[in-house]
């Protein structure tokens, strides 16, 4: 198989599973870099991905709370869904490890969910969002529980 400029596409998805992994640095000069973190929450060939509404709403929600988190907040390029709905991408600059992002997403679940109503999806209306009809509760607090135990097995 030929290298790919994209590097998720250099990896071999029959055999990834669920988790949190560094896919790749990007090296944007001698003193700076971007890292991709790749947040699996479905390993792609259980043929379960995430709904619409479901990586909708988790993606409102990371992309908010987890830069408000005080050790990765000011790290956070982006956090984006994966198109194959398996989970999410999210880009850090300097110094973050696995471990400083699986912490932030604990304080997130544990400070925002489970989510009770829309009023609890920040962003969730016509002048913030392209599609604030798009959007999963129960879907979404147990899928994030789901990571949860993923994340932190022995809990």
């Known amino acids: 198989m030929k290298k790919s400029v994209v ?30 973190w790749d947040l699996r929450f479905c390993a792609p060939m259980d043929k379960v991905p995430l709904s619409a509404g479901v990586v909708h709403t988790i993606e409102h929600l990371m992309a908010y709370y987890l830069r408000l988190d005080e050790k990765i907040g000011s790290s956070i390029v982006s956090f984006c869904p994966m198109g194959c709905q398996t989970g999410f991408y999210l880009s850090t600059m300097n110094n973050v490890t696995a471990e400083d992002i699986a912490e932030a997403i604990r ?14 999806i920040v962003g969730l ?13 129960e879907e979404s607090n147990e899928a994030l529980a789901r990571y949860i135990n993923i994340l932190f097995p022995e809990e």
């Open 7 to 36: 590097s998720s596409f250099d990896v071999d998805h029959r055999t990834l599973r669920e988790g949190l992994y560094l896919r790749s640095t990007y090296n944007i000069n001698e003193e700076l870099a971007v890292f991709s």
């Open 125 to 137: 209306n016509e002048i913030q969002c392209g599609n604030p009809a798009l959007y999963a509760i």
């Open 107 to 120: 304080k997130v679940y544990n400070d925002v969910f489970p989510l009770k109503s829309t009023d609890d």
